[in-house]
């Protein structure tokens, strides 16, 4: 036996996805603030459905701007659940931010009857894109810009409606995971029934999200993260013990659903062409 | 002697000049009043940073006939004034560019040599880049300037220093990234990193400033800071938000290093100039293997 003392790397955590939530919080109300503001306006309009991504998102609006100047939209259809709107109240209530509710039921219902056949994503889509709708009818009655409530795995996953909940006119959480946005909702306050129900888009009774991918956000949040964000290739993330057949799902969805994340492409035609080389940042000017 | 720096970590509205000139004045006005030498303005100061199709509406030259850069020139009669500007040449081509003005004079123009084009960042598709790395003399000793991704190598504070400078003044527009644990972005904790680094390597005072505010969803995260040449920090600044953060540094400092660390004696300027002769010129140069 040798005596040579042997001495080992501490031991790491592996991929460890938590934030500084103060960093977080500070660059995001800073967004917020800095988007909104140098663009003339100062208030803020979102839909407020009773989950954790609309109530983080109003929460940092609200520390933003000043909950004066945010106004939230519930916008329940027959078929949402009681408890959606009471969990957006608990936000309301502890935010002092103005809100309004305006049920969707009567202004769906008739597009759902024209079509007997309409499956539940065609509804639940018909929803999403009335929701939007009156968002941005409010956002130009009350003089407030549409912050959206987009996180990064359900981006990325595609899991959302194109012109619907995706609309908005700037995102202050479309860059955190959705363990991410847990645990920065947790830091703010959010609700603890907010924060610790499970997912659901709320468009049928007992739909959750994680029934809909089929997998949890934990375990989409950590493939993602590697793929993403480490630049794991996929091959790698098999190696690092994830399920091949969740990975090729995922990697596949993650590509399928790119037209989400991106505007339409124009067909190229001029020599200057919006998009290609007629290239300015929004902020331009401000 | 002593000299008493101002670091103006500013933020800047993206292609309006005028409005960035203002708050120049601003904040030269408010240096003078803390009875400043000189004041260190961030990267592209008086354009914004993401420039993209608005670079070459924004160029200006650092002559006393344009009307961006003669009030700068007059400012620059009470107190030395680093700025970062587009620069155009007579060829018209673009670049990121820092200017140093002292006395009414611009002491020397610097065009920025590595232009980030990976990642998030596309700057050689907008800028030309620049061909030089020189000190130059200044009232206040001999100085080197340079901008964001040029101090990401270590080449140019390397040949700044062989060439005799003493302060190297670092200006950034530097996109907040990598949000973990830490207080601190990733790429803040970096820049921080490699600029003790360089002062500790070199025995120089390294000034660095960099703005704050948003474009678009890009953060830049302030946090100007200063390193006298024992690798030593004298001022950090505040994260995220505008400020003039002062800092004075003590010239003597050198003296006092460099006698108990002589690394400047003592680098062989020879043998790095034959050992990179060697490599350049080697049948497999640029590999490295």
């Known amino acids: ?286 | 002697m002593k000299c008493n720096i101002a670091l103006a970590q500013i933020n800047t509205k993206l292609g309006r000049v005028e409005d960035n000139l203002e708050k120049h004045m601003d904040y030269i006005k408010a240096a003078q009043a803390q009875n400043a030498d000189l004041i260190v303005f961030p990267e592209l100061s008086l354009t914004g940073y993401v420039l993209q199709d608005l670079t070459p509406t924004v160029s200006h030259h650092p002559t006393a006939d344009d009307p961006i850069f003669r009030p700068l020139l007059e400012a620059s009669q009470k107190m030395d004034i680093m700025v970062g500007y587009v620069d155009e040449d007579i060829r018209n081509r673009f670049y990121i560019a820092a200017a140093y003005l002292s006395r009414g004079e611009v002491l020397h123009v610097h065009h920025k040599v590595y232009l980030p084009t990976y990642g998030l960042f596309d700057e050689s598709r907008f800028f030309a880049w620049g061909d030089g790395v020189q000190a130059f003399d200044t009232p206040f000793g001999r100085m080197g300037m340079l901008i964001c991704e040029d101090f990401w190598h270590a080449s140019p504070p390397y040949l700044l220093w062989l060439d005799g400078a003493d302060i190297l003044l670092l200006q950034s527009a530097s996109p907040g990234r990598g949000l973990g644990q830490a207080p601190e972005l990733e790429s803040a904790h970096w820049v921080d990193h490699i600029n003790r680094a360089y002062a500790s390597l070199f025995t120089d005072f390294v000034i660095h400033t960099n703005r704050v505010g948003f474009e678009d969803g890009l953060n830049f995260w302030g946090g100007a800071s200063a390193y006298d040449p024992n690798g030593q920090r004298l001022v950090l600044g505040p994260k995220h938000e505008e400020a003039l953060v002062m800092v004075e540094i003590d010239l003597n400092q050198l003296h006092r290093t460099r006698a108990r660390m002589p690394m400047l004696r003592d680098e062989r300027t020879a043998l790095v100039q034959r050992e990179m002769n060697r490599i350049l010129n080697g049948k497999n140069c640029g590999t490295g293997r």
């Open chain 1, 1 to 286: 036996m040798s005596d040579i003392p042997i001495y080992r790397e501490d031991h790491r955590p592996e991929h460890d996805m938590s934030i500084n939530t103060e960093l977080a919080r500070k660059i995001l109300t800073g967004f917020i603030h800095s988007e909104i503001t140098r663009t003339g306006f100062k208030k803020a309009v979102l839909g407020l459905s009773g989950g954790i991504d609309s109530a983080l998102s109003c929460y940092l609006a609200a520390e933003a701007l000043g909950p004066e100047n945010v106004l939230v939209v519930r916008m329940p259809y027959k078929a949402s659940s009681a408890e959606s709107l009471s969990h957006a109240q608990l936000v309301i209530d502890d935010l002092g931010i103005q809100s309004m509710t305006v049920e969707i039921t009567d202004m769906v219902d008739p597009l759902f009857a024209k079509f007997p056949e309409m499956n539940k994503m065609r509804k639940g889509n018909i929803m999403a894109r009335q929701r939007m709708i009156i968002l941005y009818d409010q956002s130009a009655a009350f003089s407030g810009l549409v912050v959206g409530t987009g996180n990064k795995t359900e981006i990325l996953l595609g899991y959302s409606t194109l012109f619907g909940d995706s609309a908005c006119a700037l995102n202050p959480i479309g860059d955190l995971y959705k363990c991410q946005v847990r645990q920065l909702s947790r830091a703010l306050g959010v609700p603890s029934e907010i924060v610790d129900k499970p997912p659901s888009a709320d468009l049928w009774a007992g739909q959750t999200d994680e029934a809909d991918l089929g997998y949890t956000y934990d375990q989409a949040d950590r493939l993602l993260y590697l793929l993403i964000d480490e630049r794991y290739t996929p091959a790698e993330c098999i190696e690092a013990g994830f399920e091949p057949d969740f990975v090729q799902s995922v990697v596949e969805r993650v590509r399928r659903n790119h037209f989400k994340r991106i505007l339409p492409p124009i067909a190229k035609l001029s020599n200057r062409t919006i998009g290609y080389d007629y290239l300015y940042l929004r902020d331009w000017g401000t």
